[in-house]
């Protein structure tokens, strides 16, 4: 059986074909025993799947003939897991809003019922204020 694979040869020249490899093999079509003696040569094998996904071969797994059914299964399940994560975190986010705002309406309810009717006052009149208590204090303090 054939695979289509890339062949990277780390750094060190396989001689276990009967064509030496020095450079990295892109696409190349080779039967399981090929591919066998490329992984115990020290080179990094992977399968290129039919969807273009790079799966890395090892002794274990370079005779596998459903690597693309296992890929996908675990793409699933990645997927899967990426999914139930945003939920959790929208509803996470969602919470924090929902005591946020409550939080925000206790504070208003409290003023309101504490000092009756709370009413913004302008900048101007606050800056205003704050500029006269300046002046009474610098009063005060020249009389001393």
Same mark, same amino acid.
């Given at each position: ?53 790079? =799966? ?18 675990? =793409? ?30 206790? =504070? ?37």
């Amino acid at each position: 059986m054939k695979k289509r694979v890339n062949v990277y040869p780390n750094g060190r020249v396989i001689t276990t074909l009967s064509v030496p490899i020095r450079n990295t093999l892109m696409g190349a079509e080779l039967d399981l025993e090929e591919i066998r003696k490329l992984l115990v040569g020290g080179a990094s094998v992977k399968e290129i799947l039919p969807n273009g996904a790079l =799966v890395p071969l090892t002794m274990n797994n370079y005779a596998d003939t459903d690597l693309f059914e296992k890929y996908q299964q675990e =793409v699933a399940a990645e997927e899967a897991a990426r999914n139930q994560k945003r939920v959790e975190e929208e509803k996470l986010k969602q919470d924090i809003a929902s005591k946020n705002e409550s939080r925000r309406d206790a =504070v208003a309810a409290f003023k309101r019922g504490a000092f009756g009717e709370v009413k913004p006052q302008p900048t101007a009149t606050v800056e205003q204020s704050a500029i006269e208590a300046a002046r009474a204090k610098i009063e005060a303090n020249k009389h001393k």
